[in-house]
């Protein structure tokens, strides 16, 4: 028998590999990209230790299930090795298909096409490659497997992905008010027909957990500066897009050229796999490298938005609890234009509005609650925490964000 594989996590400490062809997933070309891709995208203007990479988030993941099914294994729920496996691989591989940037560019370098759908063709892809032997992940994956259970330990309200992404978030930082509790939320899971639940002494973890994600949400998903930076790079990447497919040539990558020149569909990812190929050879250094090629580019809008990433000049941002007027947005927008000397068809790439919205527990994928007595009850209403049903309401807040000046010659 091979000697298993460990490797050291910052925030777990050793990690064990525990199978070989886990181990040649992870040294695969496709996940190794995930190194070149930062889980919290732009985050790092706001909080400068937030580097940490989708690579660490799912070998942390990967770690996470094998303590839960190895704590389930110990509460009487029969795993099998492989449906331990399986669960492993699916947990593993549940972000291989975000793109640079993760959520930022998400629907701006590629049009209507949610990560999911790209992960699950990545695995597919990757299954072929081994021969089948990711069947049963995906199987667990697609909630297609008849143990629920498995499913909800990849994708739900409390799964693994959010334990780990809450602790390493946290961690990497410093705001120590998203802490949670993931150890004892993992002994307290247990399954009970099929479903994953929280045994009734765990109740104050999870709120706990619920509350920390949402005060996560705020301090640093949804931080402004974040918001406004995020606007930025979209704009950068659509006015890149719009030159690209007006017949501008560029100095980028190959792969990158390709998507800023050809709008793409889910259906061509589906039908043409070189797209998918071609789609996981990008990463953020792509984004990085052409940024910092176009603060020398003719086009003042490509120049300005790269020197502005460059030197950490980011749009001023306004968020607010309440929704703007048209008036409001119609007077900041003829200031901003007026301010920055430009033509009215260009003032999109410099001023932005809209929403941002954030809940702590969605009230219609239930968490559930195993009581003393054997009932299982949704969380919200399984004791007396008025907390959790305050945070069942989504609560939404509007900003203006724009350029503060511009470099027009």
């Not at 993941?61 to 669960?87: C, F, P, Q, V, W």
């Not at 591989?93 to 998400?106: Q, T």
């Not at 008849?146 to 693994?160: A, E, G, H, T, Y």
């Not at 049903?389 to 939404?396: A, D, N």
Request: glycine letters at 4%.
């Amino acid at each position: 028998m091979k000697s298993q594989k460990i490797l050291n996590d910052p925030v777990y400490g050793f990690i064990t590999i525990p199978s070989e062809l886990i181990f040649a997933i992870i040294d695969h070309p496709y996940f190794q990209r995930l190194r070149r891709i930062r889980q919290l995208g732009l985050t790092d203007f706001v909080y400068p230790g937030a580097l940490h990479t989708r690579f660490h988030h799912a070998l942390g993941a990967m770690h996470l299930m094998s303590i839960t099914l190895d704590n389930l294994r110990l509460k009487g729920t029969e795993i099998s090795d492989e449906e331990y496996e399986a669960a492993l691989i699916a947990i593993l591989l549940h972000d291989i298909g975000h793109g640079p940037f993760s959520h930022a560019l998400e629907f701006s370098l590629l049009e209507g096409i949610p990560h999911e759908e790209l992960s699950i063709l990545t695995i597919e892809a990757l299954n072929r490659e081994f021969g089948g032997q990711l069947n049963l992940a995906i199987s667990i994956f697609k909630n297609k497997y008849p143990r629920k259970f498995l499913n909800q330990l990849v994708s739900s309200q409390l799964d693994i992905d959010r334990l780990d992404y809450l602790q390493r978030d946290c961690f990497f930082t410093g705001v120590s008010e998203g802490t949670i509790g993931a150890d004892r939320i993992i002994k307290m899971m247990a399954v009970h027909k099929d479903q994953l639940v929280i045994e009734e002494k765990g109740i104050y973890s999870i709120e706990n957990f619920l509350s920390a994600r949402r005060l996560m949400y705020w301090q640093v998903y949804l931080h402004k500066t974040t918001v406004s930076a995020e606007k930025m790079l979209i704009n950068l990447i659509t006015r890149a897009k719009v030159l690209a497919r007006q017949g501008h040539s560029f100095q980028v990558s190959e792969e990158f050229d390709f998507f800023l020149k050809n709008p793409l569909h889910l259906k061509d990812f589906q039908s043409n796999p070189q797209i998918l190929e071609q789609f996981l050879q990008l990463d953020d250094f792509d984004i990085w490298g052409a940024i910092k090629l176009w603060k020398s580019h003719p086009d003042y809008v490509l120049k300005n938005i790269s020197r502005m990433f460059l030197t950490r000049n980011l749009f001023k941002i306004n968020l607010v609890n309440d929704p703007f007027t048209p008036e409001e947005i119609q007077e900041q927008l003829e200031k901003t234009r007026q301010k920055l000397s430009i033509p009215p068809e260009d003032l999109d790439y410099f001023f932005s509005h809209g929403k941002v919205s954030n809940y702590g527990y969605l009230a219609s994928d239930r968490i559930n609650i195993l009581t003393k007595k054997g009932k299982v009850l949704d969380v919200a209403t399984a004791a007396d925490l008025p907390n959790i049903k305050v945070m069942s309401k989504i609560v939404e807040k509007y900003y203006v964000c724009k350029a503060k000046s511009l470099i027009l010659t």
